[in-house]
Structures are given as structure tokens and as C-alpha cells.
């Protein structure tokens, strides 16, 4: 019989091995965390090496949506659920109080469906915004929603859905819906950074004048008379401050640049960032980017990932940048991006995508004619009344300083400088407008672009026109020997103007039915350049009675605008002494 | 079907829950004898509960406490709130929220755990074989978890107010700041300026306004009429309480022979530019230039269009069943001369004969048209009935009375939407419409300090503005005090819908507590949207009393313990007779219970049978469709009546006002506690029966 001894162990020896045990298993956890922590910085480096800008600067606000994730476990479908529900009901019951942070929730819970991010752009940009009374507000929702689009684009850089969708609500909210005048204003200026002008003692009594005279509205003299009391100076943006300058200089007074606040207290955007510095040249940080490969083709576009790279080539903007410049450079970069990518637009056709560069660079410079029209208003001293949004506002300003005679005083030259620039970038808008139309042909042979030409084409020469004859209104009428040659420039355009809006009109504002009937023998819509310009007249004259008579409408107001450009060019020739080529 | 088809006297059915709560105790104690009752030692409790706690803390349960305090400061980081008053707003709601969420997920685990583990690993012997009772056992545990909950509330608590200080600090300095570059017509001024000056953690007490109504005009007291504006902008509602005789006994053959509404209504044209009275046009039709902007549809002559409404202010007679839908052309009606406007059916008012007799009352609404100001005076209009007259009485029903005995004013209203008034701006507001807000028996500050007011409403635009330069909704506001006479002088307040924008009164225009507050709108083309008096947070609200942050989140925490209490209960209840896992969800399961029955029960209200039948199922046979409707209709009752026998959490209302920075008031705690007592208490002796008769030992 054998006997078996069991041993026990003492109990200071069990608690012994149990304290080794869990030093050792937290020993495993310290290493593994640190390990982890290792290879993820490894392989986010190599990942940067390999995508240019990708990731985003790791913020607790920036939480890793992939970490939030896993942080809520199964919780996340859920919660997302939740929030989306919640939140388009606050919408429908316009009650916005916690609305942009369940968004921003969302966001984070669902970082990779881009459809949740185009949807949600522009619920912030359109039904958001419209739910604020005040301008004000609306814009600084609006602004919301491009903050949103970066916030995704920093992430996920170049996505042609968020690019393309930051592009949209800049070109189409900010630049071309019903408030477009408020919001471009705002866009031209928070362009700019601010400027802070110091005020010596002995000027202060003299701000109020000053600020007066340089047309700064009461609620704002109010508060930077406050500030330069307070403190010795006080900001202002970089347009006001032009303004001021003449007025407010000498020993003691200096302007330097100031960085504005673009956020309030609790992280909401207030403005813009700027954009440009203080001489209208775009900051080197939104142009510079990835070197051009040296191995891409001469003709091969490049898009080096900087923010405004494509607005490069018509700076300086010392008027600020407007909202449609800022769109057409995403809609461009969008272009560039689904040629390089080939990515997929998730609600656009490959040919939207390509074409939109080019007709909105159209459109862009169709802005800037009406934005230098205005201009030219303000420098003949003319004003027009409050117009609301059914008014076309452009059918208004057209004609009223057409007969302004060359010897015709301003009555703010800074304005007729101002129209000066804009139609100097209608005409640079043209040329690359133009430019984009032949690239976008070589992709979509099919596309039918003639329209599309016609109209810049006319419009290049007659804003080439205007641009000259102001400019040499701006000269001395005696001493300055450039101005002969400006008049003559501006003759050869105003006739060029003529005869490219009657041709635009037969071509595109008659139907073929009607071309066919009363265009003479042996004439079509694509031969009309073989007619010489009196005879090209006498055709759309007669052309014009016709429509007329015969009450067609679908293209009257096509026609009236036609002809107002029409007329246009021949009182300035007449103010000219030139002779029409039509006669 | 049982309970469906059980049909208590009102008076029971009322107060059901405290009826099957008395019931339960008594049962439970009668069953289980009273002589465990008569035992009771609140030192065994005591010592009881201490072991709970321990071994709750032993636990390490709070550890779980800087888990949570990391995830709520993390959670506000991620928020983008609209300015720093929903900043701090947003941070107390998320800070209480994860508290409650704390306690509720903790205590619920422990207490169902907590039975079932000691009886399984015999730890339970101890207790049971000591001079202790299964009562005893029972409420030290509810005491013992109650302390643990309490400890986590305190923490929490202490949190909360150390994080939403800091936040609160930090933003008002920022809004400080920010004021010295703000330009003083910024919609937004008027609030940074609050936000400055009081602070972001506030406790507020409000007076409600009594009553709101808008006049095309301010209601002069010499001016015999109150005047609405036309173009279906405002209303005037005048209400009659019908008399029994109306209404004839059924089986009699005899109707009510109907009604006539007579009255007087005076007009006048508001823009007499506008003025145009249609004239035959010899050859071509003019162009509307003519008519300066005037269109050729429009309705110049004085017309109203009448609404039949019920005692709930409902449309009660369909127009439909109204002569001319309702619509009545004045006949230039002189003072003296009272004009037959309209006669409503007997069929139509049978439908008055189906409301019990003491709301037998219809509501006359007369909604004016054209570009044209509608007055009325005190008993204008009135009732005429051919039967009352038949019985030889006057016939005439005259409108519903004051308290001095004198008829009253019609009640004079916007375009009402649902729960809300519109109100329209113009461009001159000293010609627009006036709104009233009507303050009475206001228990006003008795210092000399301004009185903070607050008025938030909605903004709807017509689309019609221009489109350069900024565009400001401005409310005038203006206090008329009826002890003393004066008026204040107007306040011009640039709003943003939805946003509240505060600002001060002088003290001396609310002195009495009887005041109206005017409100004028300058906005062409827009109007302020202002919810009713009754709702819960209607546009317009005067600060009468401030309380400490501390004294009010202490509340909200009593008001979340009380919670915690409840869970602890409903979870030591259902683990005396399930295991563990089963009692979590049944906790789950009873305390959500009230809810779930009640959004169901809700949802299948009267009519809703019909509804299933017709659109779920597609019954077309009446048999088939009647079952179906039925079955719903009885789930829906039964769902209703088991509602009442569960605890209503939504009692539990810690976090509403406290993140609105309302002062929770005492009736919000007293729900909570009588939650407690009908449905705590009654379930603490029925674990007590249940566990008195669980064999825990041999």
C-alpha cells in the first residue's frame, strides 16, 4: 500500500506567484501598448510617404473616427441611427440647438460613406441656412458646411465627391443664389487678412471725420473709435483700410497686417480664412504643393494638392477673391482629380465633371462683366435703385453709361479702376475659358460647344473694349502718349463687339426653320462670317423685324440682350467719332 | 382581452396605480405575516446595507467614475454648438446624461447580481442565520445599493459642476471679449451682452404669460371695437355656450332646429391707395400697371369667411356643411343694424348634442378677406335659435360672459399654425400689427432691478428681399402696465429665429404684476412665428427669480437618486424569483415597460382599429374588418390600463430644465417621489414575499 503525500502550498508563496503573474501580464500589456504604438507611427509615415497630404493632424475634436468607432463597440449603428433621426426632425421642427453637433457626430460615426457627407454639405449649406433670418447667419451657416467639406478633405485629401462639393456650394450658394450680392461682399473682403492701424493720441479727435468720410457705416465707427481709445489702434479689413489710408496717415499712423479671428469661443466659424495677402497675391500655403513630377507629359495637367492652385494664373486679385473664383478652382481641381484618379463622382456624369471647369469659368467672367459694370456705375456717379431678385439687374446697368463722353469727369476714380480690373479678368477668364472648351472637346468630340464660344468670345471683345476706352479715360487727354492707342483698341473692339453679337444672335437666337426661310440664298448658320459687316447688319435688322412681327418669344429676351450689348458698342464709337463697320 | 373589457368607475381608474399599490402591500404583508414588520431594526438595516456597500465598492465599481468623467469631456469636445449659452447647455446635458446613464447601468447590474450570487455561492448563510428578517435582508439591500448609487451621484455631481464652472468661466470671459469688436446691430449683441453680464449657469424661475393676442391695430380704451387685419392675416374667435333647451330629448321627433349667427362687424379699408371697386370695362381689359400693382382678383369688398369650432378650439362643423362654404359678404353693415350672417343645419349641430352638457360650446372664428380692417365690440355678434323662440324664451344665445358679467371680447389671433401664432412684419411699424402678451397676478421682484425678459420665435420670410446688404428682423417691444397707467419706452430688438434674445425692463413697468407686453415686428415681408401661451416654452418669458447652479443640479441629482431608488427595487425584486441574466432584462423590461405600453397604447388611439384593418390587412369585408378593428382597439385599451400598473420614468425628469437653465420645481420632485411610493414601495414587499418563501438555506 503506498501512501501519497500531497503538498500544499504555503499560502504566502500562492499570493507571491499570483503577484508575479499579474506583474507580468501588465509587463505584456505596457510592451504590446508601446509596440502598437510604434507600428502604427511606422506604417502612418509609410503611408504618408506614399499619399502625398493624406491624414489629418490627430486632434481629440479630430478623434480617429476609426477609434470612436471601436470605442463604442456594437453601439456605433445604433447610435447613428439615432442621430440622423433626431436630427432631421429638429430640422423639420427648425429647432437647431444641438443640430451641428449630432452632424458632427455623424460624421465622425460614418467617416467613409460620402454620400452621407454630400447629403449633409448641403442640408447645412441649403435647408440649414435658409432656416436664419438674418444674412449674417445664413452665411456663417453656409461657411458650416464648408468647414465640414474640409474637415473631410483634410482626412481624406483629393476626394473628388467632397471637392467637388466644397466646389458646388462656393460657385452655386456663395456666388449665384438669391443672396449672392451679401455673400460675395463678404467673401471679396474676409479674402484679405486684416490690417491694424495705429492712431496717435492727438488724431484721435479727428477718427470720427475720418472714418465718416471713408464711408464706414455708424455701428462700425462706433467700436473701432472704442478699440484706438482702448488701445491706440484698431482693425479693420484690408478693403476699408484702402480706404481710410489716404485719409488717415502721417507720423504715428502705421498699418500693419493682422490676422482675424475665425472662430468664436466654442469653435464656430465666424469668416473666412484669408486668402491672399495684403498686395491681392494668393498666400504661398494655398498655391504651393507636391512638386511637378518630371516625368509628366508638358500637356498633362498636374494637381500638386494645394488648396487654390488653379487661381494661381489670374492673380493679383486686389479686390479680394470672389466666391465663384474659389468654386471654379475646386471644380477645376475636381477635373484634374478624376483624370488623375479616375475616381468616380457619386451623383455626377464623367462629362459634368469635365465639362464644368470650362462653363463655369463662363460664368465667372459673366460675374466679373456685371461686377465691372456696376463699377463703372459708381465711377460715372450713377446709381441705380434697391432691385429685388426678379429684376435683371444687368438689363439695368447695360446702357445708362454707354454715352458717357470721353471728356466726362469721374466721380470716383477708385470705382473706374475697380471696373478697369474686372473687365481685364473677364478677358483672362475668356482666354482659359476658351482654353478648357478645346480640352474638353478633345475628351467628348461630340459636345457641341459653339453657344458656349460664341458668348465669350463676344464678351471677351466687348469687355477688351470697355477696358480700353476707361482706361484711356483715365489719362491725361493731352500729355499721355498711350492713350491714342487704348482709343484705337477700343474702336477695333467696340466693332468687333458689333458684328460677334449679331452673329451670335443669328446663329443661336434664330431657329433653323426661320434661318432657312429668310437668310438670303446661299447663307447659313455656318457661313455667316463670309458676310461683310453691313451686310451682317442689314440681315440681323431684318432678321430681328421678322421675330418681331411674327411675335416669337422663346428667344426674345436672348435677342433684347444681344441687342443691348449691340447698342452699347455703337454709342461708344459714336462717342468715338469712329465710324461703325456696319455702315 | 380581460383587462381591455374591464370598465372601471372613473374615480379608480383615475388613481389606478395607488389603488393596486395599497392592494399589494396589504396582500403582500398579510401573506408573509406582519410579524417580520414588527421586527424591524434599522441597525440591522443599517449594518445590512453597510456590507452591500463594501462589498459594491470592493467591486471596484468606482473606477468606472474617471472612465465615465474622460468620456463626457471628450464627448464635449466633439460638440459644435450655436453660441456659449447651448455651449454650456450642451455640456450639462452630456455630463448629467452620462451620470444618469452611470448610476442606472451600475446599480441595476449590482442589484440583480447581487441576491442570486450570495444564495449560488451560499455567502447569503450568514445573514439568514442570524436574528435577521427576509424584510430586513430586503431593504438593507435597497438602502445598501441606494448609498453606492448616492456615492456615484455625489462624484458625478461635484464633476459636473467643477467642468460646467470652468466651461461657463471661460466662455463668458470669451463673450466678454468678443462684445469690444462686435458691432452693436449685430443680431446676436443683445444675448453676448446677457451672457456677459449674468453668466452662463443659471437658474431661472419664469412668468408665463397669461394669454397672447394681436390686433390689427393697439386696442385703444375709448374705441368701442378691436380691429383685425384682413387678407386672412388675423382672427377673431367669439365663443357661446349652447343651453340644454337647444337640444331635444331623442325620441321626441323634434330637432334642434338650427342656428343663426347675427351680428355686427366693421370694416375699413387699411390702404386706401388700394381701394378698388370693380367697374365694367367698355372695350380692351386695362393693364394691372393701372391699378398700381393691384390685381384684378383680388377681393376689395368686406367679406369674412366663418368657422364652426368646438370647446378644444377644433374645427367642429366642416365647411363643407356651411352655407357658401362659410363665406359671408358683409353688406356694409351699419352700427345700428345687425346682419344675418349665417344659418348653421340641425344635422350640424348634432354634433354639439354629442358633447356632454357642460362643454357644449361652439367657437365662432371670422377670418377676414381683402386688404381690410374687420372691428368688433364686446357682444357684436350673437346666436338666434327658432326652437328657443318656439319655447317661448328670446331665442337669442348671447357670447360667453367676464367675470364682471359683461360679454366678452372675442379672442383676437394670428394665422395659427400648429401650436404656434404668425405675426407679420412690415416696414413701419408704428402701422403694422401690435401682438399683446398678457401678464396678470405676476409675482414680481420686489427690488428696483431690471427684469430680465426672454423671447425667442421663429422667422419665416416671404422670399422678397433684397438681395445686397444685411436684412435684420427687429421686435419692438414695449410694456404697458395697467396699475399705473405708463407705458415704457420701446426697445428695438434685432432677432434670429429660433435664437432667444433677452434684455431688461425697467422694474417700474412691471410693478403690480398686472402689465401687457406689446410686440411689434418691423420686417417687410416676414413674419415672427410665436408659440402659444400654453406650450411649455411659449415666445415670451419674464425672469422672476434666480437660484443658486448648486441648489438646482443638487435637485436634478435628488431627482436621479430617486431613479437609481426605483431600479434599485425593480432589480433586487426580480432577482428574488430569476436568475440574474433573466432579472437584468425584466428590470429592463418593467421599468421601460410604462413607455413602450404607452407609445403603443397612444398610437392604436380611438379610430385606429379601422385604420389597421383597412390599411395594413385591406379588408374589404365589413365582418372581416370589424374583428380586426375591434382586436386593435382592445390591445389598445389594454395597453393603456397595464400602462397605469408600471412606473412611469418619464417622472424622473432630472436633466430638462436644469440644461435650460430652468429652476426645477418642487412638483417635478414630488413625481418623482410618489413614483417611489406607488410602485417602490409595493414592489419592496413583494420581494420580501417572494424571498420569504425562496428556500436561500437548508
Given at each position: 500500500?503506498t501512501?501519497?503525500?500531497i ?34 507611427h ?7 510617404a ?31 441611427m ?18 451641428d ?12 460613406f460620402d454620400?452621407?457627407?454630400?447629403f ?15 444674412k ?12 465640414y ?7 481624406r ?8 462639393e ?15 450680392e451679401y455673400y ?8 484679405f ?8 493720441a ?31 489702434a ?5 478693403l476699408t483700410a484702402?480706404v481710410?489710408r ?32 495684403l498686395?491681392g ?24 494638392g494645394?488648396?487654390l492652385?488653379?487661381?494661381k ?9 470672389s466666391?465663384m473664383?474659389i468654386?471654379w ?10 483624370d ?6 457619386l451623383?455626377l ?5 469635365d465639362?464644368r471647369?470650362?462653363?463655369?469659368l ?24 434697391p432691385?429685388?431678385?426678379s429684376v ?5 446697368v447695360?446702357l ?19 471696373a478697369?480690373?474686372h ?25 457641341d460647344?459653339?453657344?458656349h464660344?460664341?458668348s465669350?468670345t ?5 469687355c ?9 479715360m ?9 492713350r491714342?492707342?487704348l ?12 458684328i ?7 446663329r ?14 446661299g447663307?447659313?448658320k ?20 421678322f421675330l418681331e412681327s ?34 | ?18 389603488y ?6 396589504v396582500?403582500?404583508l ?16 443599517w449594518?445590512?446595507s453597510g ?6 465598492i ?5 473606477w ?6 474622460v468620456?463626457?469631456?471628450v ?10 449659452q447651448?455651449a454650456?447647455r ?6 448629467l ?18 441576491l442570486p ?5 451560499r ?5 439568514v ?33 467643477g467642468?460646467?464652472?470652468l ?11 468678443r ?23 443659471q ?15 393697439l ?19 367669439i ?23 347675427v ?5 375699413e379699408?387699411?390702404?386706401?391707395n ?6 365694367p ?8 400697371a ?21 370647446p ?19 353688406t ?10 349665417l344659418?348653421?343645419t ?8 354629442q358633447?356632454p352638457e ?12 381683402g386688404?381690410?380692417?374687420?372691428g ?15 319655447l ?12 364682471d ?14 401650436g ?12 403694422g ?18 427684469v ?26 414695449e ?6 397707467g405708463q ?5 428695438d ?15 417700474e ?37 434666480q ?6 443640479l ?7 437618486w430617486?431613479m437609481?431608488?426605483?431600479v ?15 432579472a ?15 407609445q403603443?397604447?397612444?398610437?392604436n ?6 385604420q ?17 378593428s ?12 397595464a ?8 417622472q424622473?425628469s432630472?436633466?430638462e ?5 430652468i ?5 417635478v ?6 413614483v417611489i ?10 420581494a ?6 425562496k428556500?436561500?438555506?437548508?
Open positions: 500500500m501512501q501519497t503525500t503538498e500544499y502550498a504555503s499560502p504566502s508563496t500562492v499570493t507571491a506567484q499570483r503577484h508575479w503573474g499579474r506583474l507580468l501580464t501588465a509587463v505584456v500589456i505596457l510592451v504590446s501598448f508601446i509596440a502598437t504604438t510604434f507600428m502604427q511606422l506604417t502612418q509615415e509609410q503611408h504618408h506614399l499619399v502625398k497630404s493624406a491624414g489629418s493632424q490627430s486632434t481629440v475634436s479630430n478623434l480617429n473616427s476609426f477609434s470612436l468607432a471601436l470605442l463604442l463597440g456594437g453601439l456605433r449603428g445604433p447610435l447613428v439615432m442621430l440622423w433621426t433626431s436630427s432631421e426632425s429638429q430640422k423639420q421642427e427648425k429647432d437647431l440647438e444641438d443640430f453637433s449630432k452632424i458632427e457626430l455623424i460624421r465622425l460615426l460614418q467617416p467613409e454620400s452621407v457627407h454630400l449633409q454639405m448641403w442640408n447645412k449649406a441649403y435647408n440649414v441656412s435658409v432656416q436664419m433670418a438674418n449674417a447667419n445664413k452665411y456663417t451657416t453656409i461657411l458650416d458646411a464648408i468647414e467639406g474640409r474637415k473631410i478633405d483634410s482626412q485629401p483629393n476626394d473628388i465627391n467632397i471637392v467637388g466644397i466646389g458646388h456650394i462656393f460657385f452655386d450658394k456663395l456666388g449665384s443664389s438669391q443672396e449672392k460675395t461682399d463678404r467673401v471679396l473682403k474676409e479674402s487678412p486684416d490690417e491694424r492701424i495705429t492712431v496717435p492727438n488724431r484721435l479727435p479727428d477718427l470720427n471725420a475720418v472714418l465718416t468720410r471713408a464711408g464706414v457705416e455708424p455701428a462700425k465707427r462706433e467700436i473701432m473709435i472704442g478699440q484706438a481709445t482702448r488701445t491706440g484698431f482693425t479693420t479689413g484690408k484702402d481710410i489716404p485719409l488717415l496717415n502721417g507720423p504715428g499712423v502705421t498699418y500693419t497686417f493682422s490676422n482675424p479671428i475665425a472662430y468664436n469661443a466654442t469653435g464656430r466659424r465666424l469668416r473666412l480664412d484669408p486668402m491672399l495677402d498686395n497675391y494668393l498666400l504661398p500655403s494655398l498655391v504651393d504643393g507636391e512638386p511637378r513630377p518630371a516625368n509628366l507629359p508638358p500637356d498633362q495637367e498636374w494637381n500638386n494645394a488648396e492652385q488653379y487661381l494664373t489670374f492673380e493679383p486679385f486686389p479686390y479680394g477673391l466666391p473664383a468654386g478652382n475646386y471644380y477645376k481641381r475636381c477635373q484634374v482629380i478624376k488623375q484618379t479616375h475616381q468616380k463622382h451623383q456624369s464623367e462629362l459634368v465633371i465639362n471647369p470650362a462653363i463655369n463662363k460664368l465667372w467672367g459673366e460675374a466679373e462683366w456685371g461686377a465691372g459694370r456696376l463699377a463703372e456705375m459708381h465711377a460715372f456717379g450713377l446709381k441705380i435703385a432691385f429685388d431678385n435683371d439687374e444687368r438689363a439695368r447695360e445708362p453709361t454707354a454715352p458717357m463722353p470721353l471728356t466726362t469727369a469721374f466721380a470716383d476714380a477708385d470705382a473706374a479702376q475697380h478697369i480690373y473687365y481685364d479678368l473677364v478677358v483672362k477668364t475668356a482666354d482659359r475659358a476658351l482654353l478648357e472648351f478645346d480640352r474638353h472637346q478633345l475628351h467628348h468630340a461630340s459636345a460647344l459653339t453657344s464660344r460664341d465669350i463676344a464678351m471677351r471683345q466687348m477688351m473694349a470697355d477696358r480700353d476706352y476707361l482706361t484711356a483715365t489719362l491725361s487727354a493731352t500729355g499721355d502718349t498711350k491714342p492707342a482709343l484705337q483698341s477700343a474702336v477695333t473692339h467696340y466693332n468687333q463687339t458689333m460677334l453679337w449679331e452673329l451670335l444672335m443669328l443661336h437666337y434664330v431657329n433653323d426653320q426661320v434661318a432657312a426661310a429668310i437668310f438670303p440664298r447663307i447659313t455656318a457661313n455667316l462670317e463670309s458676310l461683310r459687316s453691313p451686310q451682317l447688319h442689314a440681315l440681323t435688322f431684318g432678321v430681328s423685324s411674327h411675335r416669337e418669344a422663346d428667344t426674345e429676351s436672348d435677342r433684347r440682350e444681344a441687342e443691348r450689348y449691340f447698342r452699347r458698342a455703337y454709342q461708344r464709337l459714336m462717342q468715338l467719332n469712329a465710324t461703325p463697320s456696319i455702315q | 382581452m380581460l383587462l381591455a373589457d374591464l370598465h372601471l368607475p372613473a374615480f379608480i381608474d383615475a388613481h389606478l396605480e395607488w393596486v399599490a395599497a392592494a399589494l402591500i396582500a403582500g398579510a401573506a408573509s405575516g406582519l410579524a417580520d414588520l414588527s421586527r424591524f431594526s434599522p441597525t440591522r438595516i449594518a445590512i456590507v452591500c456597500f463594501q462589498e459594491s470592493r467591486r471596484r465599481v468606482l468606472i467614475i474617471p472612465l465615465t468623467i468620456g463626457v469631456v464627448a464635449v469636445q466633439l460638440l459644435n454648438p450655436i453660441d456659449e447651448d454650456v450642451q455640456t450639462i446635458k452630456y455630463a446624461f452620462a451620470t444618469g446613464t452611470l448610476v442606472v447601468l451600475v446599480t441595476i447590474i449590482l442589484a440583480c447580481t447581487n450570487k450570495e444564495i449560488d455561492n455567502v447569503i448563510y450568514t445573514i442565520t442570524k436574528p435577521t428578517t427576509r424584510l430586513e435582508i430586503i431593504v438593507g439591500k435597497i438602502v445598501g445599493f441606494a448609498r453606492v448609487s448616492a456615492t456615484l451621484l455625489l462624484i458625478m455631481g461635484v464633476f459636473t459642476y467642468y460646467a464652472h466651461r461657463a468661466g471661460h466662455l463668458q470671459s470669451k463673450a466678454r471679449s462684445l469690444e469688436t462686435m458691432s452693436p446691430t449685430d443680431s446676436g449683441r443683445l444675448s453676448l451682452q446677457h451672457y456677459a453680464d449674468y453668466g452662463l449657469l437658474s431661472k424661475t419664469y412668468a408665463r404669460t397669461a394669454d397672447f393676442q394681436q390686433f390689427a391695430r386696442p385703444l380704451p375709448e374705441e368701442t371695437n378691436r380691429w383685425v387685419n384682413g387678407d386672412d392675416e388675423q382672427s377673431f374667435v365663443g357661446f355656450d349652447l343651453p340644454p333647451a337647444l337640444f331635444p330629448d331623442p325620441g321626441t321627433g323634434q330637432d334642434n332646429g338650427g342656428l343663426q349667427i351680428g355686427q362687424i366693421a370694416t379699408y387699411f390702404d386706401p388700394r381701394e378698388w371697386h370693380p367697374t370695362f367698355p372695350g380692351t381689359m386695362p393693364g394691372a393701372e391699378f398700381k400693382g393691384f390685381s384684378l382678383k383680388e377681393i376689395s369688398r368686406p367679406a369674412v369667411t366663418i368657422e364652426i369650432q368646438g378644444d378650439k377644433y374645427n367642429l362643423i366642416p365647411s363643407t356643411e356651411m352655407p357658401g362654404g362659410g363665406f359671408v359678404e358683409l356694409g353693415s351699419k352700427k345700428s343694424e345687425d346682419q344675418q350672417l344659418t348653421l340641425a344635422v350640424s349641430l348634432d354634433r354639439v348634442y358633447l357642460n362643454r357644449r360650446r361652439i367657437n365662432v372664428k371670422f377670418q377676414g378677406n386688404p381690410i380692417r374687420y368688433v365690440s364686446r357682444g357684436a355678434v350673437h346666436l338666434f335659435s327658432p326652437r328657443l323662440k318656439s317661448g324664451q328670446s331665442g337669442i344665445i348671447v357670447s360667453v360672459r367676464d367675470a358679467g359683461q360679454p366678452a371680447w372675442p379672442t383676437f389671433r394670428g394665422r395659427e399654425l400648429v404656434n401664432q404668425e405675426f407679420k412684419g412690415v416696414a413701419d411699424p408704428a402701422k400689427s401690435v401682438g399683446v402678451f398678457a401678464f396678470r397676478n405676476v409675482a414680481v421682484p420686489s427690488n428696483d432691478a431690471p430680465p425678459v426672454e423671447l425667442r420665435c421663429g422667422i419665416e420670410g416671404s422670399g422678397e428681399e433684397i438681395s445686397s446688404g444685411e436684412s435684420n428682423t427687429h421686435a419692438i417691444v410694456v404697458y402696465n395697467l396699475k399705473t407705458t415704457s419706452p420701446s426697445l430688438l434685432p432677432i434670429e429665429s429660433n435664437r432667444t434674445v433677452f434684455f431688461n425692463i425697467p422694474a413697468a412691471v410693478t403690480g404684476g398686472n402689465f401687457d407686453v406689446r410686440l411689434r415686428c418691423q420686417a417687410p415681408g416676414r413674419y415672427l412665428v410665436l408659440r402659444n401661451a400654453l406650450a411649455s416654452n411659449p415666445a415670451l418669458q419674464l425672469v422672476i427669480g437660484e443658486s447652479f448648486a441648489i438646482n443638487s435637485k436634478s441629482l435628488l431627482i436621479m430617486c437609481s431608488l426605483l434599485v427595487i425593480v432589480s433586487i425584486f426580480c432577482s428574488t424569483f430569476v436568475s440574474w441574466p433573466i437584468v432584462v425584466l428590470s429592463v423590461v418593467i421599468l421601460l415597460g410604462h413607455w413602450g405600453a404607452q403603443i397604447g397612444d398610437t388611439a380611438t379610430g385606429m382599429g379601422a389597421v384593418a383597412k390599411d395594413m390587412f385591406g379588408v374589404k369585408n365589413p365582418a372581416e374588418a370589424k374583428v380586426i375591434s382586436a386593435v382597439d382592445s390591445l389598445s385599451r389594454t395597453l393603456n390600463i400602462s397605469k400598473v408600471l412606473p412611469d420614468i418619464s424622473f432630472a436633466t430644465d436644469i440644461e435650460r437653465g429652476t426645477i420645481a418642487p412638483h420632485l414630488l413625481a418623482s417621489i410618489k411610493l406607488a410602485f417602490g414601495l409595493p414592489l419592496t414587499i413583494l420580501y414575499a417572494f424571498l420569504k418563501r428556500e436561500v438555506a437548508p
